[in-house]
T-cell receptor, first 112, second 115 residues
Framework: GQQLNQSPQSMFIQEGEDVSMNCTSSSIFNTWLWYKQDPGEGPVLLIALYKAGELTSNGRLTAQFGITRKDSFLNISASIPSDVGIYFCAGLLIQGAQKLVFGQGTRLTINP | NAGVTQTPKFQVLKTGQSMTLQCAQDMNHEYMSWYRQDPGMGLRLIHY???????DQGEVPNGYNVSRSTTEDFPLRLLSAAPSQTSVYFC??????????????FGPGTRLLVL
């Protein structure tokens, strides 16, 4: 079945540093989504990408849909303590029924 | 709006016990779904519903039943709990059929431990 490889699995950074994480797959996706999950909460959508090569920003967050449609990355600039959490990528396949495939998550820890 | 609510927040079961995880949304969303989240893995779809009276299986449906008698409620039933069902369960709903996957609102989750 389709799988997403998300890396890194965890990150320990200092406040103010930039963060970069990515997802890769052997499958081609129609849409890439990036979510953030706070402790004890459900995932919340951060950014949605719909076209190959698309670069989209949401405040300090920037995400790109890879040209090959098999990968995506998320950057966070000038990290702050509230950025702590788990970030998930998800790829959407549309082959008859829609199928959303999630990455394993990147756990971000920030040292003040 | 309360959004998507889930009860209980945490539950401990013994192997073989049954229970129902409750999910409700007050946003009049037609599409609702259940996911499980396991360590080191992404969310996986268990069951979903495109409207009252209509349900279908997702990626990992075995051991779970669902029903959708109203638009608001989408309970998930474990008929005979197994340790492999220890997980965090998320319910989600979406207002748009065409973009139902990327417009999902997730509930806060139910942590289930099966001993």
């Amino acid at each position: 079945g389709q799988q997403l490889n998300q890396s890194p699995q965890s990150m320990f950074i200092q406040e103010g540093e930039d963060v970069s994480m990515n997802c890769t797959s052997s499958s081609i996706f129609n849409t890439w989504l990036w979510y953030k999950q706070d402790p004890g909460e459900g995932p919340v959508l951060l950014i949605a990408l719909y076209k190959a090569g698309e670069l989209t920003s949401n405040g300090r967050l920037t995400a790109q849909f890879g040209i090959t449609r098999k990968d995506s990355f998320l950057n966070i600039s000038a990290s702050i303590p509230s950025d702590v959490g788990i970030y998930f990528c998800a790829g959407l396949l549309i082959q008859g029924a829609q199928k959303l495939v999630f990455g394993q998550g990147t756990r971000l820890t920030i040292n003040p | 709006n309360a959004g998507v609510t889930q009860t209980p927040k945490f539950q401990v079961l013994k192997t073989g016990q049954s229970m129902t995880l409750q999910c409700a949304q007050d946003m009049n969303h037609e599409y609702m779904s259940w996911y499980r989240q396991d360590p080191g893995m992404g969310l996986r779809l268990i069951h979903y519903s495109v409207g009252a009276g209509i349900t279908d299986q997702g990626e990992v449906p075995n051991g779970y039943n669902v029903s959708r008698s109203t638009t608001e409620d989408f309970p998930l039933r474990l008929l005979s709990a197994a340790p492999s069902q220890t997980s965090v369960y998320f319910c989600a709903s979406s207002p748009e059929w065409d973009r139902r996957q990327e417009t999902q609102y997730f509930g806060p989750g139910t942590r289930l431990l099966v001993l």
